[in-house]
Nanobody, 125 residues
Framework: VQLVESGGGLVQAGGSLRLSCAAS????????MGWFRRAPGKEREFVAGISWSGGNTYYADSVKGRFTASRDNAKNTVYLQMNSLKPEDAAVYYC???????????????????WGQGTQVTVSS
């Protein structure tokens, strides 16, 4: 599976962005998809996850109520809608695909088999 993120950019605090992650391969719908981010000087951290059907979503506490993960299996694409952005949300955002995680197991980096190259999100205060 190859993953390509897009949609990053510069936005003012309080603004919104929608990230997209396009996946290659015919088995996209069988993967749990995750979003992670890495800010300068920090570890890569879990942001959101979505089950293969889209019926279950998972969020880090820091983004609950502001970010929404969704997917369109017909388009092999997963999205991250980010609202009410804060300066501390600035980071490189990565999407990732997991063939085997479920529930809280999907919060960990090592649950994911494939990673995109990342897209930069900058939030000005």
């Amino acid at each position: 599976v190859q993953l390509v993120e897009s949609g990053g950019g510069l936005v003012q605090a309080g603004g919104s962005l929608r990230l997209s992650c396009a996946a290659s391969g015919r088995t996209f719908s069988s993967y749990v998809m995750g979003w992670f981010r890495r800010a300068p000087g920090k570890e890569r951290e879990f942001v959101a996850g979505i089950s293969w059907s889209g019926g279950n979503t998972y969020y880090a506490d820091s983004v609950k109520g502001r970010f929404t993960a969704s997917r369109d299996n017909a388009k092999n694409t997963v999205y991250l809608q980010m609202n009410s952005l804060k300066p501390e949300d600035a980071a490189v955002y990565y999407c990732a695909a997991s063939s085997g995680c479920s529930g809280y197991g999907c919060y960990g980096l090592y649950a994911y088999d494939y990673w995109g190259q990342g897209t930069q999100v900058t939030v000005s205060s």
